[in-house]
């Protein structure tokens, strides 16, 4: 497979370009760190299985849209065509510090939920004009329900999946592959410092899951599996016991 | 809310928390240990104060070049042992030298300069370390190889992590004729049979390994399987390459009582058995033959809640069988009898100013926490100081400090180093505060 992965230096876009490196995916990656790029790119150029293969890569921030159209342009250039975007980088933040800081709450909001669905909408049209595609995204379990821990990145994520659903309903026929990945606490930089619940994941565990999702075209992914039923009984909960449990 | 701890593979915990990132040089900064997957048995990587700046390095996990001619790879510190066998061992290419498990860093591995079945030709890991990039205590961000900075190279192969902060490694990989194992399994009926039958073995080949039953009475105590191994040639192995184990795990922590004198004689008799010819032989794969013990992976919570240390030790050959013999009796009498004792001959001592083997005999014994613990590592020590031996500080929680000053003649030389790169010892972790006395307060 031909694939481009955006916020591919750290974190599960890194797990992800090194395991499909390892099972020969051809690789363009994508992100905001310009000096990590080469460097990650020469990882999955070194674990790559097939000889020859040359990673590609290319800055592309989602804090700035403009970004967008020249980064996809180079993908294409390099791999030929797109067969899969996956999109993992994001901004974080506790809600204390959400709440603390109402600019930074406000760049959140702007880069994961309205500069990604501007980002999907520039692929999505690229792969529906190319003949069909996949779109991998990660948003959330935060997104399924407001809870208080993560009311303002909730609700950036639960925009996101809303539009990733929608997306999925109007263009499947046309041959768009939409796979809204849901993960539950993964161990990667991001959740570096909070206390890991159960059921946390490891990256490479969670990143051989998402191409698994991605090859079927499953549309929603809960990952760690067990997630999918932790959130089964949250959305069920009654308001009067969401007032009450910190989760 | 309890206090948060870290511990060891041995589980015994220590007040702190690390710090994960990606990016090793921006964590470095005030940080004072660095720690890879936590897979040292005692103290090795805790922090000596709650307060300590501990980074994890396990994301910083690229690899920054290989060169498929040379097989020169150069990678980040938290790169894990396993990924590097997955990704190399079907291109020809294999670490030159393995430690009994593949959950470790390569950052891990120079810090505690492993050792594996391959010693007596081999020497250890830092051997085939080209270079190395650290932080210093103060900051800076220097490069050291066995020509430039030689000092602080060989300090910190084998250093624990206390002469500066391991932030990337290059290293001669090792070509391999197949992904396969020709392996040869021999029973032996005593302790003085097993020990000649090892060194024997060492000339013919490459990587040899014992387990003994130290369960077993009088005679045959001491008896065991020694396994000799090489990498298979193309036409000796299949051609599909090893399928890989399915993972398992033990979901729970057994009872403290599940090792119990009785389980333990009952196991080691079982494996003793398990292998009825006198020899045997096979071509097996690489993972069960390097890491049977990583089959069940947290196998570390069998020994319960009470935590286990490993006490290994290595004896200079000039002990002899008589040495190996008197150490024997002595864990025997004390009750120090655990499923799992492994027995490897090593090759010469190697560079690294602190590293572990020494031409000899090295033994390594699981032992459960309990109140025994202290004196049982106290009576193993002075026996060992006095045949000339000396123990693994990877693998060591209880050893005291005058016994390994008593142990160790280089600590000196290796003081003089830290004095020279990091004069306020700002580097630490709670092993060097317990054997090198390293202050835990500021």
Known sequence: MKIVILGATRGMGRALAQQAAARGDELFLLGNEVDELPVSAADAQARHSGSGVSVGHAACDLERTDSFGPALDAATAHLGKIDAVIVTAALFATQDRLEADPEFARRLLTVNFANTVVFCEEVRKRLLAAGGGTLVVFSSVAGDRGRKPIAIYGASKAGLSHYLESIDHKFHEQGLRVVTIKPGFIKTGMTAGLKPPPFAGEPEKVAASVLRAMDKGTPVLYTPAPWRLVMFIIKRLPRFVMRKIKF | ?442
């Open chain 2, 1 to 442: 809310m309890t206090e948060p701890t870290l511990s060891g593979w041995g589980r015994l915990p220590a007040p702190g928390t690390e710090n994960l990132g990606e990016n090793l040089v921006r964590l470095s900064g005030e940080a004072r240990l660095f720690r890879g997957l936590g897979r040292s048995y005692g103290d090795s990587s805790l922090p000596a104060d709650a307060t300590d700046r501990v980074i994890g390095t396990r994301l910083a996990n690229r690899i920054l070049s290989f060169d498929s001619e040379t097989g020169v790879l150069r990678a980040e510190a938290g790169l894990c042992l396993r990924d590097l066998n997955l990704t190399f061992i079907q291109r020809g290419w294999f670490t030159p030298v393995t430690p009994g498990t593949q959950f470790v860093t390569l950052g891990g591995m120079v810090a505690s300069d492993v050792h594996g079945k391959n010693h007596h030709i081999a020497g250890c890991f830092g051997a085939h370390v080209r270079a190395l990039r650290m932080c210093l205590a103060d900051g800076d961000i220097v490069s050291c190889s066995p020509t430039e900075r030689a000092d602080l190279f060989w300090g910190a192969v084998g250093g624990m992590g206390l002469l500066g902060h391991i932030l990337e490694v290059e290293v001669q990989m090792q070509r391999i004729s197949s992904s396969w194992i020709q392996m040869e399994s021999e029973r032996l009926g005593s302790l003085s049979e097993f020990l000649s039958a090892i060194q024997e073995s060492a000339a013919q080949w490459p990587m040899t390994v014992g387990w003994i039953d130290l369960a077993a009475t009088g005679k045959s105590r001491g008896r065991g399987l020694l396994n000799k191994g090489r990498w298979a040639l193309p036409t000796e192995a299949p051609a599909h390459p090893p399928p890989l184990k399915k993972e398992k795990r033990l979901p729970i922590d057994l009872p403290n009582f599940a090792l119990n004198p009785l389980t333990v004689r009952a196991f080691n008799m079982a494996y003793y058995w398990k292998q009825l010819k006198k020899k045997s032989v096979g071509v097996v794969s690489w993972e069960p033959f390097f890491y049977p013990l990583d089959a069940i992976l947290d196998w570390n919570r069998g020994y319960g809640k009470r935590g286990f240390v490993q006490y290994q030790c290595v004896l200079p050959r000039a002990s002899g069988v008589q040495g190996m013999q008197s150490l024997v009796e002595r864990l025997a009498k004390l009750g120090g009898i655990s499923p799992v004792t492994v027995i490897k001959d090593c090759g010469a001592q190697g560079q690294g100013v602190l590293s572990f083997p020494m031409e000899g005999m090295s033994l390594a014994v699981d032992m459960p926490v309990n109140a025994e613990i202290q004196s049982l590592t106290d009576r193993l020590n002075e026996l060992v100081i006095e045949l000339g031996g000396r123990i693994y500080l990877t693998k060591d929680r209880f050893t005291r400090p005058e016994h390994f000053a008593a142990m160790d003649r280089r600590l000196p030389a290796f003081f003089e180093l830290r004095q020279k790169w990091d004069p306020n010892r700002r580097l630490r972790s709670a092993q060097s505060v317990r054997l090198f006395g390293d202050s835990s307060k500021g």
